[in-house]
């Protein structure tokens, strides 16, 4: 059975409306240009996370929730592994940072190892 192709990646790859909803919470929602934009600034400016988790239309999408709490939640990881390790962790965080943005803004529902099963353990997402 074929499946219905979406679109394509970056690297040229056909991407799946299965592989396009992994790790998506159960009741998916179509995603829209304006979750893609906002789960991308979340992930690259967390205090924008924090103007979309207070914007009551924003945080009722699946989506923008799902990206600003866990971009929350590594934002604070970040920053104190960060610290104890006086910046060296910092950069290789901030690429990860980007890659995350990324995904987030071609639609994948992205898993943080540890952080992303933390969020979902408590309720967040």
């Not at 991308?40 to 999408?61: G, N, Q, T, Y």
Request: charge should be negative.
């Amino acid at each position: 059975m074929a499946e219905e192709t979406v679109g394509e990646a970056l690297s040229g790859e056909e991407v799946t409306k299965d592989q396009e909803t992994a790790g998506a919470p159960v009741g998916g929602e179509e995603i829209t240009a304006d979750d893609k934009l906002w789960a991308l600034l979340s992930w690259l400016l967390w205090p924008i996370a924090i103007i979309v988790l207070l914007l009551e239309d924003k945080k009722e999408r699946p989506f923008i929730r799902y990206h600003a709490v866990n971009s929350l939640a590594y934002a604070v990881v970040w920053a104190i592994v960060g610290t104890l390790t006086v910046g060296c962790v910092g950069v290789l965080g901030f690429i990860y940072v980007i890659y995350l943005a990324i995904q987030a803004y071609q639609g994948q529902w992205v898993e943080v190892p540890f952080i992303t099963n933390f969020c979902k353990n408590q309720g967040w997402v």
